[in-house]
């Protein structure tokens, strides 16, 4: 059994830093999304925007509408954008109840990480499979050439992150698919799976 001193000491060398920072990624992803959770309700959320699809997609129908029956055009077209003013501060609500807690985790994790940085400063926490120090400029970065292919806190953290937060995401049902071409048009890719 591990002793107070003893257990500082072996999480502060691998393999026991190797293994902690993978339980702190783990238990900073859970407790992120849980909150993601009780902040942003993903059924909510999916409901919003099944109607905001839904809005789209009686748009594409209109342009079909537009050439076939021009009269029946018009009054639809005149519904669908007495909608639009709705599906719009519909959109900003999606917006605003995705960016709270995404902000108070920023600024939690910076915190949290500028603090526990003081303690690894400098040293090797995990040996990857392939030595990333021979990488031009990722090498310097992750602080693989001057710990001898060894990479520092931040570089392992974010791995183990990247991987616990999809891990957890799917299992508690807050995950988020992307569509790239439709982020990129104004945020409208964007579909919580629940």
Known sequence: MLQGGDFFSWILSPPGATIFVLIL???????TTI?????????????????IKEHQDQKK????LKEEDPTQYAKELVRWKRREKAI????????LSRAKPSLINCISIVFFMAIINVFYAGIPVALPAMNPGSIPLLGD?????????????????FL????MSTIIQRVL??????????????GKGINPAV
Not at 141 to 157: D, E, S, V
Not at 160 to 163: M, R
């Open 141 to 157: 970065y992750i602080g693989a050439k001057a710990l001898g292919g060894w990479i520092n806190f931040y570089a392992w953290y």
């Open 88 to 95: 719009g501060k519909m959109q900003q609500s999606i917006s």
């Open 173 to 186: 049902g807050t995950t988020q698919t992307f569509n790239w071409s439709n982020l990129l048009s104004g």
């Open 25 to 31: 990624a783990t238990l900073i992803n859970l407790g």
């Open 160 to 163: 183990c992150s990247l991987a």
């Open 61 to 64: 129908s209109l342009e079909h």
């Open 35 to 51: 909150l993601t959770r009780l902040l942003a309700n993903p059924k909510e959320l999916a409901r919003k925007q099944a109607t």
